[in-house]
């Protein structure tokens, strides 16, 4: 259950662990990453253009309340889960991003389009203040423990600072789908099918089930 954890913002000396926990979650489970044979590195030229702007105030980690866990090699203040944000307008160098990584990134960002020219321009929202939900993850040992709910409900209470208009997220995972659909009322904007996806002429997640579906929230 949830009461085991703390729930709080980031702190500069959290980022390393939260790169690690996002690298050995997304490594072990994400399927685009398996699909198109993503390396370590590779992913890391991806998230490293993330872990610099992160929002330490709305980026989340939960650790084990003191006393809570007897798991070997866990400690009360290591991370066993994590949601990191930043700005939706942070800069992005495709050139330093591995090749393998770039359909994942064109994914991505197709289905922000809509998103972008359907709510942002109409409502006159700048990208500089929409909060993009950029990546969770639950440690394996700590899954099925409400754990992302938990993430999510600090993460509300510190979005009410008045520098966001609205949270978006792209979920690739039909889990957070439903979690940031069904259980706190997002929106969902656009779904785009792995296996249709196109890019230059080519299906990269050909015969790849699954879809990213892209919601967000007026907050």
């Not at 999510?152 to 609205?166: V, Y």
């Not at 792995?194 to 890019?199: G, I, K, P, Q």
Request: with cysteine; hydrophobic share 40%.
């Amino acid at each position: 259950m949830s009461s085991k954890f703390v729930f709080r913002s980031i702190k500069p000396p959290d980022v390393m662990n939260i790169r690690s926990l996002l690298t050995k979650v997304f490594m072990a489970s994400d399927p685009l990453a398996r699909h198109v044979g993503l390396s370590i590195n590779g992913f890391h030229s991806m998230l490293d253009t993330i872990l610099p702007n992160l929002d330490h105030k709305t980026s989340i980690v939960a650790t084990p309340r003191e006393g809570s866990t007897t798991r070997l090699g866990i400690e009360d203040d290591d991370i066993v889960a994590c949601l990191a944000t930043a700005p939706l307008d942070i800069p992005i160098e495709e050139k330093k991003i591995n090749r393998r990584a770039l359909p994942i990134l064109d994914l991505l960002q197709t289905s922000q389009s809509s998103f972008k020219s359907k709510v942002l321009v109409p409502n006159s929202i700048p990208e500089s203040r929409v909060l993009h939900l950029a990546m969770a993850a639950t440690d394996v040992d700590f899954q099925g423990q409400g754990l992302f709910g938990g993430l999510m409900k600090e993460w509300q209470s510190q979005t009410n600072d008045g520098r966001w208009d609205i949270a978006v997220a792209e979920c690739t995972s039909p889990i957070s789908r439903y979690m940031l659909r069904d259980k706190f009322g997002w929106t969902e904007e656009k779904v785009v099918p792995f296996s249709s996806f196109e890019v230059e002429g080519t299906r990269p997640f050909f015969e790849l089930d699954g879809e990213v579906a892209l919601v967000y929230k007026k907050l």
